[in-house]
Nanobody
Framework: QVQLVESGGGLVQAGDSLRLSCAAS????????MGWFRQAPGKERNFVAG????????DYADSVKGRFTISRDNAKNTVYLQMNSLKPEDTAVYYC???????????????????WGQGTQVTVSP
């Protein structure tokens, strides 16, 4: 059974930083592209960042480019999202997800991901 467990969320002020972690088990982590999505209250869930299976390729939503960094440690079965210069509009529940097939490029759509974490709340106050 695949499990993705996010951690690291919290309440911060605008301009602060947070690092989210997502620990994976029950899958061959090193062969799956991974992604981070977020969902603000009353809004749909959107792509934030993605990383391919070996970590050599990453991509970001325009709204977080230059502020967020996705990375992975395949030895620890963990993917990270470093979030700097946080803004109130970054407030959301953040989810990590594992792509639905091994290898291949970064995925941007929810249907391309087979497994999801339970989410971690990030709240940024003005």
């Amino acid at each position: 059974q695949v499990q993705l467990v996010e951690s690291g969320g919290g309440l911060v002020q605008a301009g602060d930083s947070l690092r989210l972690s997502c620990a994976a088990s029950g899958l061959t982590f090193s062969t799956n592209a991974m992604g981070w999505f977020r969902q603000a209250p009353g809004k749909e869930r959107n792509f934030v960042a993605g990383i391919n299976w070996n970590g050599r390729s990453t991509d970001y939503a325009d709204s977080v480019k230059g502020r967020f960094t996705i990375s992975r440690d395949n030895a620890k079965n963990t993917v990270y999202l470093q979030m700097n210069s946080l803004k109130p509009e970054d407030t959301a529940v953040y989810y990590c997800a594992a792509k639905n097939r091994a290898f291949g490029p970064i995925a941007y759509r929810e249907y391309e991901y087979a497994d999801w974490g339970q989410g971690t709340q990030v709240t940024v106050s003005p």
